[in-house]
């Protein structure tokens, strides 16, 4: 079991940026995926991005791709998720997940075996 811990969400005006942090402990993350989803009031949850354990071959969701930018500490044991150019539309909880090597598509929560708690980001127009 991973234990996942995120940070660095915040109120910010559109147009602004935010680092998210996704701190991990436990078994060893680096032989995870990672990935963020979000999930606005009254919205199902929804993928934004993946990055696999090996290779760190990145996926994003249509909506955040070239604004938003995934990447991995494997020292630090942390995830971390860019966010510049933030948008009203992109105000959520945005969690972090582990899925373990053998995962299928990263794009579905489903594969995912460990999540945190959530951070919130509000984006005022």
């Known amino acids: 079991q991973v234990q996942l811990a995120e940070s660095g969400g915040g109120l910010v005006q559109a147009g602004g940026s935010l680092t998210l942090s996704c701190a991990a402990s436990?078994?060893?993350?680096?032989?995870?995926?990672m990935g963020w989803f979000r999930q606005a009031p009254g919205k199902e949850r929804e993928f934004v991005a993946a990055?696999?354990?090996?290779?760190?071959?990145?996926s994003y969701a249509d909506s955040v791709k070239v604004r938003f930018t995934i990447s991995r500490d494997y020292a630090k044991n942390t995830g971390y998720l860019q966010m510049n150019n933030l948008k009203p539309e992109d105000t959520a909880v945005y969690h972090c997940?582990?899925?373990?090597?053998?995962?299928?598509?990263?794009?579905?929560?489903?594969?995912?075996?460990?999540w945190g708690q959530g951070t919130r980001v509000t984006v005022s127009s």
């Open positions: 997940a582990a899925a373990p090597s053998s995962s299928g598509y990263l794009g579905d929560p489903i594969n995912y075996s460990d």
């Open positions: 990055i696999t354990w090996r290779i760190g071959t990145r």
């Open positions: 436990g078994r060893t993350f680096s032989s995870y995926a």
